[in-house]
Each structure stands twice: as structure tokens, then as C-alpha cells.
DNA sequence: GCAAATTAATGATTTATTCAAG
DNA sequence: CTTGAATAAATCATTAATTTGC
């Protein structure tokens, strides 16, 4: 009744879960972006109970995380550039820095208030 | 009779026409999955063809729809691997490098390029 | 058959994160 | 370090399916 076909998924490769990745990200985000023996060591131990992993795995993960970061750096936002798309929240703060940048302020105007037509229902 | 007391139904979404859902498919599937400003006005003007349907309306579609599509994968993702993960209980005490678990498939060379830790990074 | 009650889909809002510029 | 712009994730809310009792 089941599928008899269970494809052979040998854990290739770590994958990891959700929780992990949080916890991961906000190691990263606190500015330890390269982790040593040591720390990899303490970091996968946190990581465990969520799900197995290994230390090579946790220090993949950091390498990966700098370099794409850095590699969208590089590549820049070209794309976002050209295709604008809809809808922000303002989450403009009041703050009060002498803000001088009159100057090249590229304006992108999004559609901000594209709030909305009337829903003729059928 | 017509309805003289129109309903205090606040028309509170848009409701899709199968032919405009056709046409979002379409679109979607084609490779466009984040429309920009200019490309929204465009596939808006399609589907007004068949019904009322505002430029936000079209926007919250393509974001729902990449970001359910997302989530679907992870969930399908998820049981996956929760059928077959049971995994080696990893006791060894001592420290140990040997990760024949079967986690990660690096074996030989795992953290080859592992900086040692710096000393008292912050 | 039908309509109230319940559940599943999905449109619309809100919130958090990302990247780059200043 | 702050802020502006845009997104994607998470959440809320309402509408359509469906189930259930009559």
C-alpha cells in the first residue's frame, strides 16, 4: 500500500533544518564569521539537537555563507535594478542624521500605494 | 427584484477567474516570477479582459505563489527525510575524528582548510 | 437535496532580513 | 553604523470546498 519504491536516498549531503540554520545564521550575524577548530566544535554540538551533522559540514557552512555573500556583493543588484517590483512598508525611522544626500538621490519609486482596485466580484 | 439592500459585503478580495488564473500560470511558468512594476501594469491589462483585478492583486499573487511553491518543497523535503533518518548514534568518546557516521561524505580531508582558531578573536 | 458547520485554499498584511549607499 | 529599497517568510482573514444532519 506503501510505495515500494524507496528510492536509496543516501544522506549524500547534510541538510539542514530550519532551526539549525537560525541558529547558524545568528552565529554568523554576531561576527564570528570563521570559526575555528574549537568553535566549530561547540557550534555543531548546539546544532545536534536538531539533527546530525558534522564538524566538516558546520565549517563548510561558514565558508559558503562568506563566499555568497560576498559573490551577491560582487554581482551587485542589477538585476533588482531593472525589475522593480511592488509594495514596501516605509520603515523609514526618524532619524535625525544630518541627512546631506540631496544630492544623487536615484528615486526609484516603487509602487508604494498601489492599494487597490475594487474587487468587482462576480 | 433587485437588490435594493446591497449587502454589506465588504468585498475584502479578489477572486479569481479560472481563465485569469490561467494566465498567471502561464506567465509564472514561462520564468517570470517576480514582475516588476511595468510587467504588473502589463499582465493586469490581460486579466482585466475577464474581470475586475487591481495591480497590487497581481503583485501579492506571483509573491504568494513563489513563496507557497518554496514551502511546499521544503515540507515534501522535510518528510523525506524524516523516513529515513535514523542515524548513527555517535557515542564515541573520545574525540574523534572519525566521522564514519553517515552524515557528511567527507572523509579523508574533512577540515583540510581549517584555520586554526584565532586566538581570542574579539 | 439543502444549508449549517467544519476544513482547506489562498488573497492580503505585517514583519524580518538582505544588500548597498551614505 | 545608519538608512533606503525591495523581498521573502510568517501571519491574518475570507472565501471555496467538503462534510454532516435533517
Do not use: C
Not at 558534522?54 to 565558508?63: K, R
Amino acid at each position: 500500500m506503501e510505495k515500494p519504491n524507496s528510492p536509496p536516498k543516501p544522506r549524500s549531503r547534510w541538510n539542514p533544518k530550519r532551526e539549525q540554520i537560525r541558529i547558524l545564521e545568528a552565529i554568523y550575524s554576531s561576527g564570528m564569521v570563521n570559526p575555528g577548530r574549537e568553535e566549530i566544535k561547540s557550534i555543531r554540538a548546539q546544532l545536534q539537537k536538531f539533527g546530525e551533522v558534522g564538524e566538516a559540514s558546520v565549517h563548510y557552512w561558514f565558508q559558503n555563507r562568506k563566499s555568497r555573500e560576498k559573490r551577491r556583493h560582487r554581482q551587485l543588484q542589477a538585476a533588482q535594478r531593472s525589475k522593480y517590483s511592488a509594495d514596501t512598508r516605509v520603515l523609514s525611522s526618524t532619524s535625525s542624521t544630518s541627512t546631506t544626500s540631496t544630492s544623487t538621490s536615484v528615486q526609484s519609486k516603487p509602487m508604494t500605494e498601489i492599494h487597490n482596485s475594487p474587487p468587482a466580484n462576480t
